[in-house]
């Protein structure tokens, strides 16, 4: 069936190295991605967003990349900190009419090694 | 400005009793959503308000499970003769008009049914 999903469900990463954690998503009518944080115990917190007249758009030590061809959405977090560790979920707004709701991934859990 | 807030944060009850958990949106959103959370998993869409009305109820997971909005503000959702299956984190989350717009989520209540 359709739906949004991660390659890996976790990722590890030496403090300052650059990180990326990748979406697939399956329905071609999907055209606003968002990715959101997750701290344990906290509810999501938004990071960017992208929609799908772009390719590209960055943030503050954030970039979201959208690659319409093969339905793929990363995010890439330059010089990873300690408090970049969490939970990280990509979701989808399918673009049907009157559809409100986003749907999530199951989420990366991102862990940065000192 | 406060963002979204949750009440209570964590609640314990008993299978077979009935709970109301409360959401205040971010003030001046029309858009009110709630979302299940299980242990490790994604976020699961329960219900969707535009104000006071609820357009889209697909997520709801059983007649057990309902929610209303007052005064296109406060949210409750209730579930009745609880079970333990419905132990999870629920989450509201707020968007200006539209779910093609930033959602930002409050904290969450941690319900646990014993």
């Known amino acids: 069936g359709e739906s949004v999903g991660l390659h890996l469900p976790t990722l590890s990463v030496q403090e300052g190295d650059n990180s990326i954690i990748n979406c697939a998503y399956s329905n071609s009518a999907s055209d606003y991605f968002i990715w959101y944080k997750q701290e344990s115990g906290k509810g999501p917190q938004f990071i960017i967003d992208?929609?799908?007249?772009?390719d590209k758009r960055q943030g503050q030590r954030v970039t979201v990349l959208l690659n319409k061809t093969v339905k793929h959405l990363s995010l890439q977090i330059a010089a990873t900190q300690p408090g970049d560790s969490a939970v990280y979920f990509c979701?989808?707004?399918?673009?049907?009419?009157?559809?409100?709701?986003?749907?999530f991934g199951q989420g990366t859990r991102l862990t940065i090694n000192p | 400005g406060a963002g979204v807030s949750q009440s209570p944060s964590n609640k314990v009850t008993e299978k077979g009793k009935d709970v109301e958990l409360r959401c205040d949106p971010i003030?001046?959103?029309?858009?009110l959503y709630w979302y299940r959370q299980s242990l490790g998993q994604g976020l699961e869409f329960l219900i969707y308000?535009?104000?006071?009305?609820?357009?889209?109820k697909s997520g709801l997971p059983s007649d057990r499970f309902s929610a209303e909005r007052t005064g296109g503000s406060v949210s409750t959702l209730t579930i009745q003769r609880t079970q333990q299956e419905d132990s999870a984190v629920y989450l509201c989350?707020?968007?200006?008009?539209?779910?093609?717009?930033?959602?930002?989520f409050g904290p969450g209540t941690r319900l646990l049914v014993l």
């Open positions: 992208i929609r799908s007249n772009m």
């Open positions: 003030s001046g959103h029309t858009a």
């Open positions: 308000f535009q104000g006071n009305s609820a357009p889209d």
């Open positions: 989350a707020s968007s200006l008009r539209t779910a093609r717009e930033t959602q930002y």
């Open positions: 979701a989808e707004n399918r673009g049907i009419q009157g559809a409100q709701k986003l749907v």
